[in-house]
T-cell receptor, first 117, second 112 residues
């Protein structure tokens, strides 16, 4: 069964509005979670590393004020896309990491297909 | 040079044959190596983890790691049409908070 639950799976929003995506780690305390974005036929692009109880670490070129990340508990990280625009339409995926033999295995949520109209 | 390199494909393999996917990485301190399968429109799914040199088998899948040559491969025996997907190679160091570096993926197509 799934070890990471991500909601919603699909969302359509109007340009200028904000959208919140939730990522829950099931039966595991994930101090670190990751947020990715994937455009059609392209690879995963890491956006930010979400750290429980502290500020997220953003990758170069990712606007922290536009993509707000909150990791208030060991099982929940949220990504809020603020003032969304059509170019933000993409597949957003979260993952948690820390399972497995060397505590390095990562499991992904189901992904959120965001369409901004 | 990309940190994790894969041939983008598409790699076309007849049903029942062995599919061989390859990956090279640049960081010699990498300790953990993974193969993910991603179907179109879905998120990646972990199918194999390997940490030491040699082969690791799980059902029809065999992962091979050669740290001296910095490559990792995935063999899929008795390929099925359901194996058609994009396969992502990923590496990381042992630090729990370190990033996982993904390759761009190899698109595999199994033809009936």
């Amino acid at each position: 069964g799934a070890v990471v639950s991500q909601h919603p799976s699909r969302v359509i929003c109007k340009s200028g509005t904000s959208v919140k995506i939730e990522c829950r780690s099931l039966d595991f305390q994930a101090t670190t979670m990751f947020w990715y974005r994937q455009f059609p036929k392209q690879s995963l692009m890491l956006m930010a590393t979400s750290n429980e109880g502290s500020k997220a670490t953003y990758e170069q070129g990712v606007e922290k004020d536009k993509f707000l990340i909150n990791h208030a508990s060991l099982t929940l990280s949220t990504l809020t896309v603020t003032s969304a625009h059509p170019e933000d339409s993409s597949f957003y995926i979260c993952s948690e990491k820390g399972r497995g033999q060397m505590n390095t295995e990562a499991f992904f949520g189901q992904g959120t297909r965001l369409t901004v109209v | 040079q990309k940190e994790v390199e894969q041939n983008s494909g598409p790699l076309s393999v007849p049903e029942g044959a062995i599919a061989s996917l390859n990956c090279t990485y640049s960081d010699r301190v990498s300790q953990s190596f993974f193969w993910y399968r991603q179907y179109s429109g879905k998120s990646p799914e972990l199918i194999m983890s390997i940490y030491s040199n040699g082969d690791k088998e799980d059902g029809r899948f065999t992962a091979q790691l050669n740290k001296a040559s910095q490559y990792v491969s995935l063999l899929i025996r008795d390929s099925q049409p359901s194996d058609s997907a994009t396969y992502l190679c990923a590496v990381t160091t042992t630090s729990g908070a370190s990033k996982i570096i993904f390759g761009s993926g190899t698109r595999l197509s199994i033809r009936p």
